[in-house]
């Protein structure tokens, strides 16, 4: 049932560091992309960062110079370290990934049950 499992939340002061990780199970194959989403209360669900399978990389203007994702092709994991974090990135952050059940041809948008993440000043 679970098909992306996330890791890595928790509270944390300004200034500290996270990292989450997200590991696609043996269920999902040719994913492509990878990334990460965030939440905050009342706020529309947005795009933190994602990954390609050939290392291109995207991030919210918000997030850049601060977060890096990075991804392991092998595992099917995609990762998402966070430094310098800022009340402002209090959210529930949730993995996504692009990809397709192994005895089908059509692809999925994949969800993560989504990990919390605070940062308090």
């Known amino acids: 049932q679970v098909q992306l499992e996330e890791s890595g939340g928790g509270s944390v002061q300004a200034g500290g560091s996270l990292m989450l990780s997200c590991a696609a199970s043996r269920n999902i194959v040719s994913v492509d992309p990878m990334g990460w989403y965030r939440q905050a209360p009342g706020k529309q669900r947005e795009l933190v960062a994602a990954i390609t399978s050939a290392g291109i990389t995207n991030y919210a203007d918000s997030v850049k110079g601060r977060f890096t994702i990075s991804r392991d092709n092998a595992k099917n994991t995609v990762y998402l370290q966070m430094n310098s974090l800022k009340p402002e990135d209090t959210a529930v952050y949730y993995c996504?990934?692009?990809?397709?059940?192994?005895?089908?041809?059509?692809?999925?948008?994949?969800w993560g049950q989504g990990t919390q993440v605070t940062v308090s000043s």
């Open positions: 996504h990934a692009y990809g397709r059940p192994p005895n089908l041809t059509w692809y999925y948008d994949y």
